[in-house]
């Protein structure tokens, strides 16, 4: 659903902003190179120290990169293979300093390791639930699946919840609880999306091995009559 209409939205919005870093020069590699490395730095740097609203402002202010570069391909008409490869493969990497983040905090000053681990399982159902789509589309299926929760709910759901979690140094009481909340929202979601895809895939993969046999018996078929 953020995907479909957030993702929309949001390329409207910064379409003025991705001329104006064209007309400067700036190519669509740079600002997903840029992007990541902010994300990394303000989830690797504040949020060991717990220092979540600023750390999810930092990333927040980078982690529209992801749409600023592909609204610059299209403006430049540069869209390519290497720029969707270079995109997806540092998302993983901003995704998992998100996680990391949450993960040291627990495992140092936040001292709960139940919470280091969903950190930690969020880190690699994350990764395993793009794997699985990626590695369906190169066999050459469609994965034509809507996960329940995919990249976008990840990270605004875990983002918003750090955000205000992080109030709680400006004395706003209980609502640090908020961010364990969601971490274990986004593990299970995680789980059922995964899920999905798997049986999207297997049932994608039966149908395209039916339709292979399908397609031999006939030609041997017409093989044999004549």
């Known amino acids: 659903m953020l995907n479909k209409y957030a993702r929309a939205f949001f390329t409207r919005v910064l379409t003025p902003f991705a001329a104006f870093l064209i007309r400067r020069g700036v190519s669509p590699d740079t600002v997903t190179l840029v992007g990541t490395a902010g994300v990394v730095a303000g989830a690797l740097v504040f949020y060991p120290m717990g220092e979540f609203f600023w750390g999810t402002v930092v990333i927040t202010l980078f982690v529209f990169s992801d749409l600023v ?9 540069r869209s390519s293979r290497w720029g969707a490869f270079l995109d997806s493969t540092l998302d993983r990497v901003a995704d998992g300093a998100i996680f990391g983040g949450f993960a040291l905090w627990y495992a140092g000053h936040g001292d709960d390791n139940v919470l280091c681990a969903v950190s930690i399982f969020c880190l690699a159902s994350g990764q395993v639930v793009s794997y699985t789509k990626a590695r369906g589309e190169s066999i050459g299926l469609p994965v034509a699946v809507n996960g329940l929760v995919e990249r976008a709910e ?68 017409r093989e044999t009559a004549q």
């Open 69 to 77: 570069d592909g609204n610059m391909a299209r403006q430049l008409g």
């Open 154 to 221: 990840r990270l605004v759901v875990s983002l918003v919840a750090a955000g205000l979690a992080g109030l709680h140094a400006f004395g706003v009481p209980g609502i640090q609880y908020l961010l364990p909340v969601a971490l274990w929202l986004v593990a299970v979601g995680s789980v059922v999306t995964l899920i999905q895809r798997v049986v999207t895939v297997r049932r994608e993969a039966a149908e395209a091995d039916a339709e292979t046999a399908a397609g031999r018996q006939s030609s041997e078929g």
